[in-house]
């Protein structure tokens, strides 16, 4: 009898298995590139762009789809991407407590043959009415998406009706307790109005008051209150480079467009990562980032050098989470930086600068952050007289706000060497060289500069801190801008400390391309000449599921398009 038993449950728990393998949704696995890293899955792409430019292959399908009648009231056979479907559950639940009142699912993923057959479906209906092909396609296209251009297609949007409605798609939804509540609320579980009635020409599609997609926060907030489309969106952080939102805890959401790299390309910063499908072949990438993190170096060529001086203390970012690697430097910084890096030189545990007082500047009071620096420099013969103005009167301007040339740079590094160069074999009797001797020149373009100039630049080449251009040129007169500085700052660092740094032949480096532009991330902008450096707040240097397919589906009469006649409630599943 127990063998009996025995045999029955072990049929019976078979049987059960059996039905769970057959009627389980199934999720295909995404189509290489597009999961967010990794091991990834679909739960990465909450922001991925579809639309009439950006469209989807039949290939693409959600990895974590779901019944979405596990968190809403909705026709059996829908399913939504689990992430989306969780906070969908969140966001009617409140909208419920609040009084606005309940809705119906009436569509959220689709399939690419589903989209197709809706599709085709309403270029026959204005064919029959008397529309050329041309003409049917145009008009269909404005309600109903060609297929692979359907948002639908990713699980990420829901269609949402109510019972005043007879649970219809029609754009009455937005004089509904329901539609006006969404419209004002939906950003605070990640969801966005996503065809709004007054940005048709951006959207390419008619308005759709009830077209709801999930793009996760703080994506939707941003979106939101600043009146955008999720196409807007995109297109303003592809212009920009990237965006920043503040976070819990003093974090940093950074946005990034165009990144086609994994996680670890971030390095140790990165706190969390997804990233987003947004065009043809680029990618949305979010990250959560520290306190302090500077989110414009990512990507840029000098990264490296940056971030080393951003590890010794000698430079920090602008209270925006900027460093603005791209702009320039005034005299006041560079001269704060060089007298931190001279004191790091001579006491590698501390950047606390000694006492001194700096020499007669009329424009350098004790109350000024970059006073005491100045002081040190001029102490240390780090400030030649071609430095500063001279009035004639007894006293100097510093000039603190004058933006830094490249030959003026070279001069104050040099006397960080301390040492002279073969410079003067190349001056005759006081006089420039010769057309015979410009070979011996550091850089040909030094051809006409003074003694002094090509001692400095000599010394650094020298010692590795300059390479030049592939012309062979130093662009003496260039403006020099904070990453360059970075980078010749930490090759000083390198050759007192005796340790590698990043290879000085980088091919993107000004250094050996002098005014090449940021190969990465864009530029916040050059630095306000009124900027405040170190001791200033903004010093820079202070320290595949089943498709539904029966008569009772909505999406068999709808496809983001108005139903003329009042849907039935389905039978939920």
């Known amino acids: 009898m127990r063998a009996e038993q025995k045999r029955t449950w072990l049929w019976t728990a078979l049987l059960v298995l059996l039905f769970?393998?057959?009627?389980?949704?199934?999720?295909?696995?995404?189509?290489?590139?597009?999961?967010?890293?990794?091991?990834?899955?679909?739960?990465?792409?909450?922001?991925?762009?579809?639309?009439?430019?950006?469209?989807?292959?039949?290939?693409?399908?959600?990895?974590?789809?779901?019944?979405?009648?596990?968190?809403?009231?909705?026709?059996?056979?829908?399913?939504?991407?689990?992430?989306?479907?969780?906070?969908?559950?969140?966001?009617?639940?409140?909208?419920?407590?609040?009084?606005?009142?309940?809705?119906?699912?009436?569509?959220?993923?689709?399939?690419?043959?589903?989209?197709?057959?809706?599709?085709?479906?309403?270029v026959s209906s204005y064919a029959a009415q008397g529309y050329n092909r041309r003409q049917a396609e145009t008009l269909a296209a404005k309600w109903v998406a060609p297929p692979g251009k359907s948002e639908h297609q990713t699980g990420l949007a829901v269609d949402l009706s109510?019972?005043?409605?007879?649970?219809?798609?029609?754009?009455?939804?937005?004089?509904?307790?329901?539609?006006?509540?969404?419209?004002?609320?939906?950003?605070?579980?990640?969801?966005?109005?996503?065809?709004?009635?007054?940005?048709?020409?951006?959207?390419?599609?008619?308005?759709?008051?009830?077209?709801?997609?999930?793009?996760?926060?703080p994506h939707a907030e941003y979106i939101m209150k600043h009146g955008l489309t999720l196409d807007q969106y995109v297109e303003q952080i592809r212009q920009s480079g990237y965006l920043t939102m503040p976070a819990a805890n003093d974090q940093i959401y950074a946005?990034?467009?165009?990144?086609?790299?994994?996680?670890?390309?971030?390095?140790?910063?990165?706190?969390?990562?997804?990233?987003?499908?947004?065009?043809?072949g680029d990618y949305l990438v979010t990250t959560l980032q520290p306190p302090g993190a500077l989110v414009d170096i990512v990507g840029h060529w000098g990264e490296a050098y940056i971030r080393r001086l951003l590890d010794t203390g000698l430079v920090q970012g602008y209270p925006d989470h900027t460093f603005r690697p791209n702009g320039n430097i005034t005299k006041a910084e560079l001269?704060?930086?060089?007298?931190?890096?001279?004191?790091?030189?001579?006491?590698?545990?501390?950047?606390?600068?000694?006492?001194?007082?700096?020499?007669?500047?009329?424009?350098?009071?004790?109350s000024d952050y970059y006073y005491q620096a100045v002081g040190i420099c001029y102490s240390a013969g780090l400030l030649d007289k071609s430095l500063y103005l001279d009035n004639g009167d007894g006293?100097?301007?510093?000039?603190?706000?004058?933006?830094?040339?490249?030959?003026?740079?070279?001069?104050?590094?040099?006397?960080?060497?301390?040492?002279?160069?073969?410079?003067?074999?190349?001056?005759?009797?006081?006089?420039?060289?010769?057309?015979?001797?410009?070979?011996?020149?550091?850089f040909e373009d030094l051809a006409g500069q003074d003694e002094q100039v090509l001692d400095a630049v000599s010394v650094l080449k020298e010692n590795g801190v300059v390479s030049g251009d592939p012309q062979g040129n130093f662009n003496p007169e260039s403006t020099v801008t904070r990453a360059e500085i970075s980078?010749?700052?930490?090759?000083?660092?390198?050759?007192?400390?005796?340790?590698?740094?990043?290879?000085?032949?980088?091919?993107?480096?000004?250094?050996?391309?002098?005014?090449?532009?940021?190969?990465?991330?864009?530029?916040?902008?050059?630095?306000?000449?009124?900027?405040?450096?170190?001791?200033?707040?903004?010093?820079?240097?202070?320290?595949?599921?089943?498709?539904?397919?029966?008569?009772?589906?909505?999406?068999?009469?709808?496809?983001?398009e108005p139903q003329e006649e009042p849907a039935s409630i389905p039978d939920a599943e």
Not at 255 to 277: E, N, P
């Open 255 to 280: 946005i990034y467009y165009g990144w086609s790299r994994d996680a670890d390309w971030f390095g140790d910063s990165l706190v969390q990562f997804s990233k987003a499908r947004c065009g043809m």
């Open 335 to 366: 001269t704060t930086m060089v007298a931190r890096l001279l004191q790091l030189l001579q006491d590698p545990q501390s950047l606390d600068l000694p006492e001194a007082a700096a020499p007669n500047f009329i424009d350098c009071l004790d």
């Open 487 to 560: 980078t010749m700052f930490t090759r000083i660092l390198d050759k007192y400390q005796n340790e590698d740094a990043p290879a000085a032949e980088s091919p993107d480096s000004p250094e050996t391309n002098a005014g090449s532009q940021d190969s990465g991330s864009q530029d916040s902008g050059s630095q306000d000449a009124g900027s405040q450096d170190a001791g200033s707040q903004d010093s820079p240097e202070a320290g595949g599921a089943p498709e539904a397919d029966n008569g009772s589906d909505p999406e068999a009469n709808s496809g983001d």
């Open 162 to 217: 109510s019972a005043s409605l007879g649970y219809a798609l029609n754009n009455k939804f937005a004089e509904t307790p329901q539609g006006k509540w969404l419209k004002e609320n939906c950003w605070h579980y990640g969801f966005i109005l996503r065809y709004p009635q007054d940005k048709t020409d951006i959207t390419g599609y008619a308005w759709e008051s009830w077209h709801f997609r999930y793009v996760g926060a």
């Open 20 to 122: 769970i393998c057959v009627f389980s949704p199934v999720s295909p696995a995404l189509p290489a590139g597009e999961n967010g890293q990794a091991g990834g899955t679909a739960a990465n792409t909450y922001q991925m762009l579809v639309n009439k430019a950006y469209g989807l292959d039949s290939s693409f399908v959600p990895q974590d789809l779901v019944p979405v009648s596990n968190y809403a009231q909705g026709a059996a056979g829908i399913y939504i991407s689990r992430r989306a479907g969780e906070a969908l559950a969140l966001l009617l639940a409140e909208m419920e407590q609040a009084g606005a009142g309940k809705v119906y699912v009436n569509s959220a993923y689709r399939t690419y043959s589903k989209q197709s057959s809706l599709y085709a479906n309403k």
């Open 395 to 442: 006293t100097a301007s510093f000039l603190p706000q004058e933006i830094m040339r490249r030959k003026q740079v070279a001069i104050m590094l040099a006397g960080l060497f301390r040492q002279t160069s073969a410079a003067k074999e190349h001056l005759q009797d006081g006089e420039n060289g010769t057309e015979d001797d410009l070979s011996d020149l550091p």
